[in-house]
């Protein structure tokens, strides 16, 4: 008998069966508050019914209009709608269907743009798992070990890190940026430099929101250098951190942005945008894809985005999100295991630490699991799993919230007995 690989490591023990809004429904009909959202994926929660219309809609019509071969209609509305919603000038995309996908391809536009190879990318930054985006990748160094070579042309430079070395947000900016500038002094000349990539919250490594400074530093070194500032949006996008984009908080402007996961409710779609004159100097064909920009994904993302305007779910993210943190932090005043909560919108991270500072692992893990007997559905992050994330869908409500603190309280309690 066939069975599923050990290579996939489940978070909780939950067999869903079905969803609705923020909750999740096992096979005996037990109902869990989803706060992880399948990993910040179905942002308009589970199974909306405007994202389940279009969608089958859409499947009863035209499942797979490939469209290197053929051009459809949901993906040029789509395009026309983001257009909306994306920063001024970035007006050209393209589409594929992961976050990984989408991040190779940015990579593969600003070698190819630039004529240069290296890529800046940030300790502890999670760009995805296949072997191109892993090259980028230091979130956790399961991501990277035993597969190696892995793309070359990959240079690390420190992400602003204030609570792990006891720095305010200032020093630690002032710290990183100095790094980067080592970095193209040392190891990686501009004229060699084709990008930087960059999360506005720094997410699998560990829920750090990068500080606005730091983003204006980059921006402002991208600019004078010919360097190209790659903003990965996978998680951060589509009004997770309470703005439409994580890097609005900075009020910088990316070259090329990527998203997915919140994009189409749960359908695998991705996009790459760029300005026209950037875009215009790949070679057409050099980017595709059998399955990208698929045609029920693509009417998913645009029902998506119509449920994110009509029920103004950025600014419940804001207002949800500040709430949420509010009661993280009063249960973190009674704990002090719980070193650090920050966040930026819905996407928030407790982070469990010894009296001595150390990352403290075992009780995260504790409280993780605690709260999923409670029926609450969390997850880790950070290179060593000592924070626990909360990423609910953007349609949860004050008593959803609420709730979840509540289950939470309960579940570090039972950890630190
Ligand atoms: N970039 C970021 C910032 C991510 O959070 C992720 C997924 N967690 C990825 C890229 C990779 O996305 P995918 O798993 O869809 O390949």
Not at 40 to 50: A, D, F, I, K, L
Request: glycine share 12%.
């Amino acid at each position: 008998m066939a069975e599923l690989s050990p290579v996939l490591k489940q978070a909780t023990p939950v067999l869903a069966a079905r969803g609705e809004g923020v909750h999740l429904y096992d096979e005996d009909g037990r109902r869990y508050l989803d706060f992880t959202a399948g990993i910040g994926v179905t942002s308009t929660g589970h199974c909306h019914p405007r994202v389940v219309e279009a969608a089958q809609r859409q499947v009863g019509t035209l499942i797979h209009g490939q469209y290197t071969t053929v051009m459809h209609r949901p993906l040029l509305d789509l395009t026309e709608r983001l257009g909306e919603v994306l920063p001024e000038g970035l007006d050209r995309l393209f589409y594929v269907n992961s976050g990984s996908e989408a991040v190779e391809a940015s990579v593969r536009l600003a070698r190819h743009v630039t004529g240069r190879q290296n890529i800046v990318a940030f300790q502890g930054g999670f760009h995805g798992r296949t072997m191109g985006a892993a090259a980028l990748t230091t979130s956790g160094v399961k991501v990277r070990a035993g597969i190696g070579p892995l793309m070359p042309g990959v240079v690390f430079t420190p992400f602003p890190e204030a609570y792990r070395h006891g720095w305010s947000q200032a020093e630690a900016t002032r710290f990183a940026l100095a790094e980067f500038d080592q970095l193209l002094a040392t190891t990686s000349s501009p004229r060699d430099t084709a990008a930087i990539i960059v999360e506005p919250v720094l997410g699998e490594g560990g829920y750090i929101p990068a500080p606005p400074e730091f983003l204006a530093g980059l921006r402002e070194r991208a600019d004078k250098h010919g360097i190209l500032l790659i903003v990965d949006e996978v998680q951060t996008g589509v009004g997770r951190t309470g703005r439409f984009w994580g890097h609005d908080h900075a009020g910088i402007r990316p070259d090329i942005l990527i998203t997915a996961k919140g994009l189409a409710s749960g359908f695998p779609l991705s996009a790459i945008a760029a300005p026209a004159e950037l875009m215009g100097q790949a070679w057409p064909g050099s980017q595709g894809g059998t399955y990208g920009g698929n045609a029920v994904a693509a009417a998913a993302a645009l029902a998506t985005l119509d449920v994110v305007r009509d029920e103004g779910l950025v600014a419940n993210a804001a207002e949800q999100g500040a709430r949420l943190q509010e009661g993280l932090r009063k249960v973190a005043a009674d704990h002090p295991v719980i070193g650090d909560v920050r966040g930026l919108g819905l996407m928030i991270g407790n982070e469990f630490t010894t009296p001595d500072g150390r990352p403290d692992t075992a009780t995260a893990t504790r409280a993780h699991a605690a709260a999923a007997e409670r029926g609450l559905l969390l997850l880790t992050c950070g290179p060593h799993g000592n924070v626990v994330r909360m990423i609910p869908p953007l349609v949860v409500d004050s008593a959803q919230v609420d709730e979840g603190v509540r289950l939470w309280a309960e579940a570090v309690q039972a950890a630190v007995a």
